[in-house]
Structures are given as C-alpha cells and as structure tokens.
C-alpha cells in the first residue's frame, strides 16, 4: 500500500497543487519558506490532524486536502481494519478527503461518503509514519523511551491487559477511597447523629400533632367564651320559647292552614320542616361541643409543654414537623449505612487486593517482555547505527522498576510505582566514543547523532509495525558531508520495503533519491504560491548544483552534482 496522489487547495500560502507519488524513495527539495513543511501539514490534516481555519488561504472561503492511497488487499491486518470500519475494499484505491470551512466546521469523505474524522487518524495511524522537523528531539525526553521501546516489542496485547488491569484496579480503589472518606465523616458525625436521633426519639413526634395540639390548646384557652357563645346560639335556635324553631314552627302551622285552601305553597312547608330539623340538629351539636369542652389548667400545661418541645425540634430539625421527621428518618439511614459500612470496607479492600495481585502479575509479565525485547532492539540499533557512521557506539535499553526510580529522586519512599503502561522506568542509555561509559542519551549526544539514532528507531520499528508509508521532515538535522550520505543510503535501504518520502537541505540526500519533487514559491498576480514540478535527470543536476553551491552554479558543483545522481 502506497500514497498515489496528493490533492490541495486553499491551504495556507497553496492555491492549488496536485502531486503523484512513485513507490520507492523520493526527496522534495526546496528554498526556506518555499511551502515543503505547509505540504506535510496539509497531508496530516488528511490523515486526521486537528484542525483550524486559520489554515485557509487569506481571501478563500475553505481548504480542502485529499490523498489517495493504493489498496494492498494483501495486507490482511489493513483489509480486517476497514471491514470493521465498512469501508469497501474492492476499490483499487482508498481516497481521503477533509475540508475546513471559514467558520471552523471540519468535514471528513471515505472514498467519497461521509466519516467521522477520528475515523481518518485511525486510518492515518495505519498507513504514515510521518517524523517532523523537530521529532527527533523527543529521544531526548525520557519518558518517551518507554513508548519507543513498547512500539517495537511484540506484545500489544500484554499492554492492552495491563492498561485494562490498571484500570479496573484505579476503578475499586476509588471506591475503596470514598468509602474510607465517607466512613471518616461518618464516623466523626455519629456521635453527633446519635444524639440528635435520641432527643427526637424522647419526644417522639407524630405527624400533624402540632397543628392539633394547637388547635386544642385555642379551645382550651377560650373554653368559658365558647360556653357562653353556645349558650347564646342554642337559646335562639331552639332552647327559647322566642327560638327561631318556635317562630318556624308557628309559621310552619299558618302556612299549613293556607296550605289546605291552595296547594301552591307546599313546597316551601316541606323546606320549613327541614329547617325545623337543622336548628334542632346545630343546637343538639353546641350543646354536645360545649359540655365537652372544660377549662383544665392541668391538660393546658401539658400541652403548652409538649408543644414547646415539639418547637424546639422544628428549630433544629425544621422548619415543620414533618422535616423533623425526615431528618430523623435520614439520620436512622446514615447510621445504618455506617453500621453496614464494615461489611463493603471487607468487601472492597478484598476487591482492591485482588486487583493489584490481577495487575502485578500482568505488569511483570509485561516487564519480563520489555526485558527480553530490549536486547534485541539494542542489538539492531547498534547495527543500524554503526550503519549510519556512529561506529563503536554501544546502545542500551536501562529497564528500573518506578518505586526505585521514585525513591532515588525523593526524599521519601513512595508507594506511586504503578500505571496503565506498568511498573517499569525506561532509559536509553548510549556510549558514542569506545571506552567510555554508559551514560543517558539525553545528556551525551549531539543534534547529528540524534537525528541518526531517531532514523535508526525508525528503520526498526517500520519493519515490525508494517507502516507503509514512512514521512521524514528534514531527518538530515545537524549531519553533513559523508554521515548525510550514510543516511541517505539508509532511507534508500528502507524505501525497499517502505515508500519513503524525505524532505532534505542536503544535497548528499537529494542525490540518492530515485524521484525527485522540487517545492517552489512563486508570485501569482501579486500573491505569493507555492508550486510543486516533478525534476527531470537534468534539472535535478541543477537543483543539486544550487544546493551545493548556492545560487551561483559552476561547472565544479554541476560535476558534484552529477557525481551524487551517479
């Protein structure tokens, strides 16, 4: 599988180029500022890349990038990797397109139907290894060896279990962590809780007993008004010979009489016997209601004292009973919750116990294979580099587990050995002069050497991840002279397997490469452009010349460059 084609428009300073790509090895050369970097960036916002739209050239309302890639249907890791992505395979090729508006919407195309673009970096990940201008120097941080060292060992699945193990073991030790924090602030409010629910309890409140206990304290207080109130009521409905019933019933007996002559009033002689019943009815009700009810000191105290402590709760617990009530209800919960907590404590700490046994025996087995594998990467990267003209140099994986790495470096011992990618710290370690120690990579090497060990990484690592397509963005920092020939011979070596595209300021480089792109800036009515031409043998002459020369182009650096083509 291999890039074909490469499409662009409206990306930053390109109006518009379109190149095609050859298998094999292939240089882009080109003044500073002539664009090359601008082409590798517009080919990662294909593959995925984020992207901005600042990226848009001025004046123009999108960029648009597309690549197109021919389909090996030989390689059956990529085949099952878009199956299960329902991308056709049938196809001849594989065309990736991704366009960015002016108001910031991205939109990705899969041999032109509509994908997410995370679906594009997964692809991306798959098919271009791409090593920017400044990647090299990221040998020289150290937590990156540890990445560099798991991308050649043969155990991705062992790093998925181990990453799952940690996981899962992070997942129960949270839950073991708040439970231990909820079971201390429990802890430290149960005696509080305690007593609240006891002086509840000693009053045991009821629901609706306050309004009650009101009400019946209201009658009490005026038991001697209502009295005479019901007295008052009783006499003029039906105790008084001048009651209403007595009138009702004198005029119940005259409307009767005329009753008896026309029958045009019955109705309402039916509605006085019912009034009759109503008065005798409330005034049987007062009489009842009032000698009942009777002023008792004794029952008033009581009440005014239960009604006070039922207030006292409602201004702790409140603000009605009801609440008090709730919250009594909520602290019977979290005391039991407490009570109960021992059995999930157990119960967890034997789950976190169990995790860390699951993820320890994952981690040293992932130990034992980065062990194992590291000898053989330091065996071919010492070969790779005695290659690339850093004879003698002794290359070495260091392999510590983290706790012993955290103690040299603290002043306390720490218990923090642990993570997703296992118990290991990963140093390079490197001798460039016979005879002298083993010292970090970080702290011995130069920019040149760098550079070459970063390209020998990446000659390994393309052999075992089978990446088909290898980028490298101006690899050739800080060599010159006969080491940038080594490296160009070893991207030669690679471009057997790999189709390598290599962006170079050497001409030693340039000569090697077996196609040749030159990237250009030209002015287009008034605006600057950037221009892509495929060199012909003649004018790649030239363009080496003027690398080795400058602009001025002799007979001297035509032949030199002749010779680096030859």
């Not at 599988?1 to 180029?17: D, G, P, S, T, V």
């Not at 305690?194 to 007993?209: A, H, L, T, Y």
């Not at 690339?388 to 140099?393: A, E, N, P, T």
């Amino acid at each position: 599988m291999r890039l074909l084609r490469l499409k662009i428009e409206n990306f930053a300073i390109i109006k518009q180029i379109d190149i095609e790509f050859k298998s094999g090895f292939t240089v882009m050369t080109g003044e500073t500022g002539a664009g090359k970097s601008i082409i590798i960036e517009a080919l990662n916002l294909a593959l995925g890349d984020k992207a901005s739209q600042t990226v848009i050239r001025s004046g123009e309302e999108f960029a648009s990038v597309e690549c197109v890639f021919q389909l090996d249907r030989k390689n059956p890791r990529l085949v099952a990797f878009f199956q299960s992505k329902k991308i056709d395979t049938e196809r001849e090729s594989l065309i990736l397109r991704r366009e960015i508006s002016y108001t910031g919407r991205s939109k990705a195309w899969i041999n032109g139907k509509s994908f997410p673009v995370s679906l594009l970096k997964e692809i991306g990940d798959r098919l271009v290894d791409l090593h920017g201008q400044h990647d090299h120097q990221s040998l020289l941080n150290e937590e990156t060896h540890i990445d560099f060292l798991d991308s050649y060992g043969n155990y991705a699945e062992l790093l998925t279990e181990v990453k799952s193990c940690w996981q899962h073991l992070r997942l129960v030790q949270d839950s073991l962590n708040i439970l231990e924090q909820r079971r201390k602030i429990n802890h430290e409010k149960r005696e509080l809780w305690e007593f609240q629910i006891d002086e509840i309890q000693k009053v045991d409140p009821k629901s609706g007993e306050f309004e009650e206990l009101t009400q019946t304290k209201t009658l009490l207080e005026n038991a001697e008004k209502i009295h005479g109130i019901a007295e008052e009521l009783t006499n003029a409905l039906y105790e008084n010979d001048a009651s209403l019933y007595h009138r009702i019933v004198e005029v119940e007996k005259k409307l009767g009489n005329l009753c008896r002559l026309s029958p045009m009033f019955v109705n309402y002689l039916t509605k006085l016997e019912e009034s009759q019943y109503l008065f005798q009815e409330i005034s049987n009700q007062l009489t009842n209601f009032a000698s009942g009810l009777q002023y008792d000191p004794l029952q008033l105290e009581k009440i005014n004292q239960r009604l006070y402590s039922l207030q006292q709760l409602m201004r702790k617990y409140g603000p009605g009973l009801d609440d008090v009530m709730a919250y009594a209800e909520q602290v019977r919960k979290n005391l039991a919750e407490d009570d109960g907590s021992d059995i999930e404590l157990a119960r967890l700490t034997k789950e976190v116990k169990a995790a860390t046994e699951n993820y320890m025996a994952s981690a040293n087995r992932l130990s034992e294979r980065r062990k194992e594998e590291s000898i053989h990467l330091e065996s071919k990267l010492d070969s790779a580099l005695n290659r690339l003209g850093i004879k003698g140099s002794l290359f070495k994986v260091q392999i510590d587990p983290i706790c012993e790495v955290i103690e040299r470096t603290v002043s306390e011992p720490s218990n923090h050995f642990m993570g997703e990618k296992g118990i290991d710290h990963v140093v390079f370690h490197i001798c460039t002069n016979p005879g002298e120690p083993l010292r970090p990579l970080a702290d011995i090497v130069s920019g040149g050497e760098v550079s070459r060990i970063m390209l020998g990484l990446k000659s390994i690592l393309a052999g075992r991840d089978q990446i088909p397509v290898l980028i490298f963005d101006e690899i050739d920092t800080g060599i010159s002279g006969r080491i940038a020939r080594i490296v160009g011979e070893e991207l030669r070596e690679l471009a057997k397997f790999h189709q390598i595209i290599c962006i170079t300021h050497l001409p030693q480089i340039a000569g090697l490469g077996l196609d040749h792109l030159s990237v250009q800036k030209i002015t287009d009515n008034g605006r600057s452009a950037t221009q892509i031409i495929r060199l012909s043998h003649g004018e790649r002459i030239k363009e080496i010349a003027t690398m080795i020369g400058g602009k001025s182009i002799s007979q001297t650096t035509l032949r030199q460059a002749e010779e680096l083509l030859s």
